[in-house]
């Protein structure tokens, strides 16, 4: 059986619900506390961001599976102002909210994959999986 | 939600026992400042054995409390950081220069003995 979880981000507590529904998810799949304090802080970023650029939007996370793989994917969406330059915002260090700047760029190195699909106006989804060793 | 600062002769034990949402990490460091300010506190030991994350708006939270601390004339050491915090802090490219730190409680209060007198 497939298990998933979706949280609402509209405050900052969504942030820590989405963080613990991560951790919980990761544990049920079987990764060891190292990887989900990965997963977990990849969260915390994606939603993170959400609350602060687009106010509102939500985190699907799900077991993965593929060709005998199994991870865990997390989906973050929203419909916020999108993001203009996606290159510009995976440079480390580069912020537009005086945060340190290693948001995305930091999930990028704690996942195993990432894609971003943003379209100015209209919102974000960036889509991150992390697998089974 | 509020997180107990300890005194403890010239310093102050916190230890950080709750998941932190960014109001409470922000509350926090403010408590800290005041409570520097106001037991005229000259070192201050943050043990964060009990944190499972650290992302980086609360790295950055702690990385300031550091800074504001010293301004004020407090040093601050960290102590108890995870394995898998350690990790996933250096994965992500977060280095909290020139922060002290220590193993455990004792050796943070060693530490920040040293810092002071040395």
Same mark, same amino acid.
């Given at each position: 059986?497939?298990v998933q979880t979706h949280v609402d981000i509209h405050s900052?507590?969504?942030?820590?619900?989405? *963080?613990?529904?991560?951790?919980?998810?990761?544990?049920?799949?079987?990764?060891?506390?190292?990887?989900?304090? *990965?997963?977990?802080?990849?969260?915390?970023?994606?939603?993170?961001?959400?609350?602060?650029?687009?106010?509102?939007?939500?985190?699907?996370?799900?077991?993965?599976?593929?060709?005998?793989?199994?991870?865990?994917?997390?989906?973050?969406?929203?419909?916020?102002?999108?993001?203009?330059?996606?290159? *510009?915002?995976?440079?480390?260090?580069?912020?537009t909210s005086g945060g340190l700047g290693a948001g995305l760029?930091?999930?990028?190195?704690?996942?195993?994959?990432?894609?971003?699909?943003?379209?100015?106006?209209?919102?974000?989804?960036?889509?991150?999986?992390?697998?089974? *060793? | 939600?509020?997180?107990?600062?300890?005194?403890?002769? #010239?310093?102050?034990?916190?230890?950080?026992?709750? /998941?932190?949402?960014?109001?409470?990490?922000?509350?926090?460091?403010? #408590?800290?400042?005041?409570?520097?300010?106001?037991?005229?506190?000259?070192?201050?030991?943050?043990?964060?054995?009990?944190?499972?994350?650290? /992302?980086?708006?609360?790295?950055?939270?702690?990385?300031?409390?550091?800074?504001?601390?010293?301004?004020?004339?407090?040093?601050?050491?960290?102590?108890?950081?995870?394995?898998?915090?350690?990790?996933?802090?250096?994965?992500?490219?977060?280095?909290?220069?020139?922060?002290?730190?220590?193993? #455990?409680?004792?050796?943070?209060?060693?530490?920040l003995q040293q810092e002071l007198e040395g």
């Amino acid at each position: 059986m497939q298990v998933q979880t979706h949280v609402d981000i509209h405050s900052e507590w969504g942030i820590v619900a989405a *963080r613990q529904a991560g951790r919980k998810l990761a544990r049920e799949i079987g990764f060891g506390s190292v990887d989900q304090a *990965r997963v977990t802080t990849a969260i915390s970023e994606l939603a993170r961001n959400i609350y602060l650029y687009a106010n509102k939007g939500q985190i699907h996370i799900e077991e993965a599976t593929s060709s005998g793989k199994r991870g865990i994917k997390i989906i973050a969406t929203d419909e916020g102002p999108g993001i203009k330059d996606v290159r *510009r915002v995976m440079e480390d260090g580069y912020t537009t909210s005086g945060g340190l700047g290693a948001g995305l760029p930091g999930v990028k190195r704690l996942m195993d994959e990432f894609k971003i699909d943003s379209e100015p106006d209209e919102g974000t989804t960036i889509t991150t999986v992390k697998w089974l *060793r | 939600m509020r997180i107990p600062i300890l005194k403890l002769h #010239d310093y102050l034990l916190i230890s950080v026992q709750v /998941d932190l949402d960014d109001q409470t990490a922000l509350q926090f460091q403010e #408590d800290v400042l005041n409570k520097i300010h106001q037991e005229g506190s000259r070192g201050v030991v943050i043990d964060l054995t009990s944190v499972d994350m650290i /992302d980086s708006f609360i790295a950055k939270v702690l990385g300031d409390v550091v800074d504001m601390s010293n301004l004020m004339g407090a040093r601050v050491v960290l102590t108890g950081i995870q394995p898998a915090v350690a990790i996933t802090l250096i994965d992500m490219g977060i280095v909290l220069e020139e922060v002290p730190t220590a193993l #455990d409680l004792e050796q943070g209060l060693d530490r920040l003995q040293q810092e002071l007198e040395g």
